[in-house]
Structures are given as structure tokens and as C-alpha cells.
């Protein structure tokens, strides 16, 4: 067995708030109790959640599901359409034939440099999401743009790229050929907006799994009349377009069209929107410290720029914890050695920010 043992935490302002924030909780009286509560717990695995439950679903019981119908617009293959869609719009992309992959983007219509960000939704909702979830916009502004109210296939991606020009000639040998990245510069130019301005799409219909380290994608299973609605939650420009992947899978070898129908929503829509906190962080351009776009493409050095990072310069404290032997065991038994090497310090803060983890995100 180990001796009892002194271990000194180096924590900056940043950790140490969050785990005040913890005995502020009643989670443990002081750091030194919280330090052993975490071994113990980690351990025995017996950390119980302390993550606020979700809220219960409204009743739409009595509530109005009929919508009206305000457009409606077919896709030809190799085309898209950018869309003018309102908040409290409904937008339904509906497979004509089946089997047809669909892409997807959207902008603020009021700022396009607030736009859908495919990492931060697939962060919050995983990698297929479907009906319940939302697609959020990029850093830093973070809003929630659209929330999926329907989805009759539920094979929707978020790990693939849109497929590009380059795309077809490095891999396939076209010098010209339909493609995604293509097909929406087309459609965002009908609103001043140039190929630099695509981002990575939301991935309707489009069949995927992880296989090994990578994702693969599948055939289609998709029918016609299969479709996924969204809700605007701002006014947006939507940019769905039909998938130029002919000689992949994701389509099953063919291009067919798409129908796009812009619908009010109903009260039903409207009152399934989960409820979303405002925070301080959902920063607008009126919070930037630059707040102009840039109007030329060279980058030219500020000479008049001074750092302001957050929370710059982060200086750390030392903290002491007492740890029994039998402590000073268990805290080595969690094999952490490949990370930390004998500091047995830095291996009980991993221990205490795991618990935290375990305790208020699981």
C-alpha cells in the first residue's frame, strides 16, 4: 500500500471557479472533500447526475396541425433554389421519385455571416439528426436557426462534406461535373453571395455509417413522398439543392428532382419548439470588438492592435489536498500514468473535472 501523500493542484481561475461552483452546491464542504468524494465515486462508479431534467413535453393535444401552403417548387437534378423562408415557416423537402440525396444550407436573411454550422449541430444532436432537434448557427453567435419538426426516413448527415468540383476531377477524372459546392454558389448568387460563402450543408436523405475510423455511406431507402420539415426559428435565406453525386451511392447511382414546399406553420408547430435559454454568449456584431467585414481579400496587419484575449493571462494557484493511502491507491488505479507519468497531482485533477463531467453533462 502507498503512503498518505500531500498532492498540490495547480488550478487556474477558470477551474477553480467551477469547482467552487460545486461546493457553492453543496456537492462536498471544501476542495479537499470534493477531491475524495471524486476518488470515491469514480471508483465505485456511483456518481449520480446532478443535470437538470428536460423539460415535459407540451400538450398539442388541442392544438390546430393544419398548415397552409404559401409556395411550392421542384428541384430539377443538378439545380438548387436559395428561398426567402420567414419565421414560423415551415420548409418540407420531399422526395419526388426516392432515393434522392438533398443538401442543405441557411443564412440569417438580415446577416448572412450568421449561417448554419454543421459541427456545432452535430456536437449537440450527433451525428443523424431527425425530429426534436435543431440546426444551430456558427460561433459565435450559436442561435438555433431551424427545428426539425418531421423526418418520415431518418437518415440525415452531418459528417460528410458537400462534394466539389475538385472532388470529381482529383478522384474521378471530370474536369466538369455536377456537385454541391457548385450548385449552391449558383443559387446563393441570385442573393450577391459568392462560392467563398458555402458552407458545409446539413445532408438530407443521405444514408450513413461509422465503419472503422471513418463514415461510409449507404444506399438509399427513401420513397417518394418521404420528406423532412423544418421550422424557421429567424428569417432565413434556405438553400436546398439536389445532390450532384451521380456515380456514388448516395443517390443510388441517379439524380432525380426534389420538391421544395414553403408552408405557415401551425399552432402544433409552433408549440412543439422546445423553450431555449437566451445567453450572455450568443454574441451579436454589435458585441464584436470588429464589427466591419472586411470589404478586400489581402489580410494586412492592425499596427495599432493590442490583445485583449478573455480571461488573458491565466496564472495558476496551488491548492493542497490530503490524500490517505488508501486514496493514494485507488487514485493510481485508474491507470492515468500514460498521460501524467508519476504526477499524481495533474492525474487527481483529471479524476475531479471526470467526476464533474459524470455528474452535471452525463
Known sequence: MSSPQSLTLRLNPQQLDLLQRCIANGDAADLQSLAQRAIREMKNNSVTSAKPAAPAKPDLSGLSDQRQLLATRILEPGTGKALELMKGQVLRIEQVEGGQCADFNCFNLHDYKEFMHVGRTRTLHGFNPGPGDFLWSAPPRERAMMFILADTVRANDVMFPRCSANLYESV???????????????????????PDDVHDSFNLF??????????????????????????????????????????????????????????????????????????????KPADFRQPTIKA?????RDTDYVPQFTNAPLVSQDYVVELSAQE???????????????DRAAALRDVMYSWWEKRYMD
Open 296 to 300: 478586400d481579400r489581402p489580410l494586412k
Open 206 to 283: 443521405m444514408n450513413t455509417v461509422i465503419a472503422g475510423e471513418r463514415g461510409r455511406i449507404e444506399r438509399q431507402t427513401s420513397k417518394a413522398g418521404d420528406h423532412v420539415d423544418m421550422l424557421a426559428l429567424m428569417d432565413l435565406l434556405a438553400v436546398p439543392n439536389v445532390c450532384g453525386a451521380d456515380i456514388m451511392r448516395t443517390s443510388n447511382f441517379s439524380l432525380k428532382p426534389l420538391k421544395a414546399e414553403i408552408y405557415a406553420a401551425s399552432e402544433r408547430d409552433l408549440a412543439s419548439v422546445p423553450a431555449l435559454a437566451d445567453w450572455s454568449t450568443q454574441r
Open 172 to 194: 474521378y477524372g471530370f474536369h466538369k461535373h455536377t456537385n454541391c459546392h457548385d450548385i449552391q454558389s449558383e443559387a446563393q448568387r441570385e442573393y450577391g453571395l459568392t
Open 328 to 342: 493514494i491507491d485507488t487514485l493510481e488505479s485508474f491507470g492515468l500514468h500514460p498521460y501524467y507519468g508519476t
